[in-house]
């Protein structure tokens, strides 16, 4: 709740060695080594070339393991932690905190969204722009712009939440926009509580990779608090969440849907009034 292998520079040495015997009527002396200081020479230009060789092998190593590690970062999965997951199947959420708001009536001026979902129906939600701003102004840039409409739902684990806002919907892609992650964990104060019908934002393990990918949550989770950003709760269409998670069939016990399976979000609707 997401190097290039260096060509290896041929030996120097490619010259093929002149016969320097022409025979026994030769003289004697044409079968003699050639001067000592030339095979030095010779010597130290091969360990040279060596040692140049073996520079750009290691430079390249390096940068190909470098490179490695910006592609993993980069195509790290959006997600909620996998301790949130085996909390919410042992039902072991704590309470809310003391001064967390724990539902839509602790949110004054809320702004709603209408989340409609193909096949089952609209589910509106009060967000609150006081608790998490820069996460609401994100989440409502995009649903204006469109970015949600044909979406999917892909990760969904009954009796904890369900996940969606992926153009790829595999859990690696978003928005091209990544926003600061407003939670205590990364020194936003947020009061707002993951029980049963928040909204929240997914991300990776860097905590500043929120983009487009949110969940509701069906069941009190509340260990998500101060590690994820929740920015509002479901007012009404609670019902269509819990259809929508006892229907689902995961291939795995990560919540993954399979494609042709995953719930369409048909629009997102901005309003400023209820």
């Known amino acids: 709740m997401e190097g290039k292998s260096q060509k290896k520079p041929q030996n120097a040495a490619q010259g093929k060695p002149q016969n320097t015997s022409q025979g026994k009527s030769q003289n004697k002396q044409k079968n003699k080594p050639q001067n000592g200081s030339q095979d030095g020479k010779g010597l130290i230009i091969i360990c040279a070339a060596v040692a140049v060789v073996v520079v750009l092998l290691l430079v390249a190593f390096i940068a190909r393991g470098l490179g490695a590690g910006r592609d993993a970062e980069q195509n790290a999965e959006t997600t909620v932690a996998t301790e949130a997951d085996d909390g919410a199947a042992e039902g072991t959420a704590d309470a809310a905190g003391d001064g967390m708001v724990t539902g839509p009536d602790g949110i004054e001026n809320p702004i709603y969204a209408d989340i409609t979902v193909e096949g089952y129906g609209t589910i509106t939600v009060a967000m609150d722009a006081s608790a998490a701003p820069i996460t609401v102004e994100n989440f409502i840039a995009l649903a204006e712009d469109g970015f949600y409409d044909g979406l999917t739902f892909h990760r969904i684990i009954d009796g904890f939440m369900m996940q969606g806002g992926d153009p790829e919907g595999t859990g690696l892609g978003g928005a091209d926009q990544e926003i600061v992650g407003e939670f205590s964990a990364n020194g936003h104060d947020n009061p707002l509580s993951h029980t049963r019908g928040a909204i ?6 860097n905590y500043d990779s929120a983009s487009s990918q949110f969940f509701i949550v069906q069941s009190d989770s509340t260990y998500l608090d101060g590690q994820y950003a929740a920015f509002g709760y479901v007012t009404s269409g609670m019902e269509y969440v819990d259809q929508i998670c006892r229907d689902a069939k995961p291939t795995d016990g990560n919540g993954t849907i399979a494609k042709e399976d ?13």
């Open 200 to 205: 929240s934002m997914a991300r990776s393990q």
């Open 262 to 274: 995953q719930p369409v979000i048909t629009s997102i609707v901005i309003r400023r009034e209820e």
